[in-house]
């Protein structure tokens, strides 16, 4: 993250008492890590090296960074909007980390213990193909890019995300019918949509089911999730389906797991009387 000519720019520096004040006031926590960061830009540091020694500081709190490899990762990841080049602030330094912790979250919903820097390098391989993509190409096209990504993202599924090839041995219909109603369950910006549009009548995004609240029981960490559920009969489903925010039911893992038990799947009302009858 921090390039040779960086650290050989700061070799050549003249000595700064300033400096060496700053920094032993930083390391000992004698002042606020924004008033800190402030004072490391106005003694001409990088945006780059300062955020590296605040990863040497709290590696628990804080990242390094690469500027336009993250800028290009938050694009593709649906954060268009927030940019670190060009914007060296604590401000900017502190909603990179926020981002960070985001995604560390979502990856302990697999590993409890995921790091911020295992969120940081599961972002950098999501990355790595499409910056090598645009460096190498200088014709690269929106369409080169978005398969390479979706390439990307189905390797990571399968080999640290999720394991299905148990369901997806024992789906009668086949592999490409199984796999099309996956990759519907899974459309971020109809989920999002749905999730939207339940938060209206349920903050808590509950099971539409069993009514398992994730933040009641996980808090921050619990908070916004539900898994989505395709309920348009799998009969029916092609490739020219257009998924509507009706056809998805919002529900916890576990009844998520159970709605996909038997062949054929169970209607939510199905297993709503199961859990009745067990209540």
């Known amino acids: 993250m921090l390039t040779g000519e960086k650290k050989d720019d700061f070799s050549k520096r003249q000595k700064s008492k300033s400096l060496e004040n700053t920094l032993f006031s930083f390391y000992k926590s004698k002042i606020k890590d924004g008033d800190a960061f402030q004072l490391l830009l106005e003694e001409g540091l990088s945006y780059q090296f300062i955020a590296y020694l605040f990863f040497i500081k709290d590696s628990r709190r804080f990242m390094p960074i690469s500027q336009e490899r993250?800028?290009?990762?938050?694009?593709?990841?649906?954060?268009?909007?927030?940019?670190?080049?060009?914007?060296?602030s604590w401000d900017n330094y502190s909603t990179f980390n926020d981002i960070i912790k985001q995604v560390r979250n979502f990856l302990r919903i697999k590993d409890d213990n995921a790091t911020l820097l295992d969120a940081h390098s599961f972002l950098w391989i999501i990355g790595s193909p499409i910056f090598q993509l645009r460096k190498s190409e200088s014709s690269y096209t929106e369409a080169k890019i978005q398969q390479t990504l979706t390439m990307t993202v189905q390797t990571i599924e399968e080999e640290y995300l999720v394991t299905e090839?148990?369901?997806?041995?024992?789906f009668p219909e086949g592999k490409e019918v199984f796999r099309l109603h996956r990759s519907k369950e899974r459309n971020r910006e109809l989920i999002c949509a749905a999730k939207q549009k339940r938060i209206q009548i349920d903050k808590k995004l509950c099971c539409q089911i069993c009514g398992f609240s994730f933040v009641d029981?996980?808090?921050?960490?619990?908070?916004?999730?539900?898994?989505?559920?395709?309920?348009?009969?799998?009969?029916?489903?092609?490739?020219?389906?257009?998924?509507?925010?009706?056809?998805?039911a919002l529900v916890c893992s576990n009844c998520h797991r159970m709605l996909h038990i038997r062949r054929p799947w169970l209607a939510l009302d199905e297993l709503k009387t199961i859990l009745q009858k067990q209540g």
């Open 70 to 88: 993250f800028d290009q990762i938050f694009e593709l990841i649906g954060v268009p909007d927030f940019r670190t080049s060009g914007n060296a």
């Open 165 to 170: 090839e148990d369901e997806e041995l024992t």
């Open 217 to 248: 029981t996980y808090g921050e960490l619990g908070d916004g999730f539900i898994e989505a559920h395709h309920i348009f009969p799998i009969s029916q489903l092609t490739e020219e389906t257009e998924t509507k925010i009706d056809d998805l």
